[in-house]
C-alpha cells in the first residue's frame, strides 16, 4: 500500500514571493505521482505530473515540481506567486497503468497575502 | 479537452429520499469512473470504482446498496444515494480516466453538495 504526507496543513505566502509545498511518499513498488489544485467549492484541477523520465516537471501556472526517488520526495514549486493561487493543493499517487486507484494527501491550503 | 461534468452541482433534499448524481466524460471515453467523497476541510476519499459495463469496486467501508454506481455507457456514470440521511451530507467528485490515456490520468469533475435536510 502506499501513503503520501503533506507536511504542511495550511501555508500563507506575501504575493509575488517564492512557494514550496512539501510531499512525500511511501510505497514499495515505483509509483506516478500528481499534483491538484482545487479552488473554492470546485473539483480537482491536474497541475502537473510526473510518470517517468525528467525528476523535473512543470506544470500549469508557472508551477513545478522535482521527484527525488532518494528522499522519496515530490515538492511542489513556484517562484513568484499570486493572488490567484490561493487554493488547496493535493499530493497524490498512483501505482500507475492498469492500477490507476489515487491515494492522496490531506492537503496544503495556500493563502496568498496581498 | 478531458472535460468531466458532474449533474447537479448541489442539491437539498429531506431525510430517507434518493438522489442521483451524473457524471460524464465529455469529450473522451472513460472506460474507468472513480468516485470519491470527501468532507469540509479534509482530503478526498475514494468511494469506488467504475467500470463501463461492470459492477463497481468498492472500497472497504462504503455500503454498496446505499451508493449505487451504474456505469452504462463509456461516457457516464451515475451514483444514487439512497434513503440519503444528513451523515451523507457531503461533497461528491467523479473522476474519469481517458481510455485512450496511457498512463491512467484521472480528469476531475467539478463536483456535486449535497445536503440532506
Known amino acids: 500500500a502506499q501513503s503520501v504526507t503533506q507536511l504542511d496543513s495550511q501555508v500563507p505566502v506575501f504575493e509575488e514571493a517564492p512557494v514550496e509545498l512539501r510531499c512525500n511518499y511511501s510505497?514499495?513498488?515505483?509509483?506516478?505521482l500528481f499534483w491538484y489544485v482545487q479552488y473554492p467549492n470546485q473539483g480537482l484541477q491536474l497541475l502537473l505530473k510526473?510518470?517517468?523520465?525528467?525528476?523535473l516537471v512543470k506544470g500549469i501556472n508557472g508551477f513545478e515540481a522535482e521527484f527525488n526517488k532518494s528522499q522519496t520526495s515530490f515538492h511542489l514549486r513556484k517562484p513568484s506567486v499570486h493572488i490567484s493561487d490561493t487554493a488547496e493543493y493535493f499530493c497524490a499517487v498512483s501505482r500507475g497503468f492498469g492500477n490507476e486507484k489515487l491515494t492522496f494527501g490531506t492537503g496544503t491550503r495556500l493563502t496568498i497575502i496581498p | 479537452g478531458a472535460v468531466v461534468s458532474q449533474h447537479p452541482s448541489w442539491v437539498i433534499c429531506k431525510s430517507g429520499t434518493s438522489v442521483k448524481i451524473e457524471c460524464r466524460s465529455l469529450?473522451?471515453?472513460?472506460?474507468?469512473m472513480f468516485w470519491y467523497r470527501q468532507f469540509p476541510k479534509q482530503s478526498l476519499m475514494l468511494m469506488a470504482t467504475s467500470n463501463e459495463g461492470s459492477k463497481a469496486t468498492y472500497e472497504q467501508g462504503v455500503e454498496k446498496d446505499k451508493f449505487l454506481i451504474n456505469h452504462a455507457s463509456l461516457t457516464l456514470s451515475t451514483l444514487t444515494v439512497t434513503s440519503a440521511h444528513p451523515e451523507d451530507s457531503s461533497f461528491y467528485i467523479c473522476s474519469a480516466r481517458d481510455r485512450s490515456d496511457n498512463w491512467g490520468t484521472q480528469y476531475f469533475g467539478p463536483g456535486t453538495r449535497l445536503l440532506v435536510l
Open positions: 469529450d473522451f471515453q472513460a472506460t474507468t
Open positions: 510505497s514499495s513498488v515505483s509509483v506516478y
Open positions: 510526473y510518470l517517468s523520465g525528467s525528476t
